[in-house]
């Protein structure tokens, strides 16, 4: 799900994500292999952040139990 989500990303956000969140770099050694500035970075972490939590809080909704129609089983 968070790959899905991270691919509806953009290229720039997408990248500054990786780097920080999944590999664990610090924002200065991702700044330096993304050739930015750290204030840039943190700017796209940022909204990188926001992004992939409304694109998880859609899917959430889309995919929740009560948004599913209720079929009964044969037999019941």
Request: charged share 25%; aromatic share 4%.
């Amino acid at each position: 799900l968070l790959e899905q989500a991270l691919t509806q990303l953009n290229e720039e956000q997408r990248a500054a994500i990786v780097l920080v969140d999944l590999q664990g770099l610090p924002y200065d050694e991702a700044a330096q292999v993304l050739d930015i500035p750290v204030g840039t970075l943190k700017s796209r972490i940022a909204r990188g952040r926001q992004a992939l939590a409304q694109l998880l809080k859609n899917y959430r909704e889309l995919f929740a139990p009560s948004s599913r129609p209720n079929i009964e089983r044969e037999g019941k």
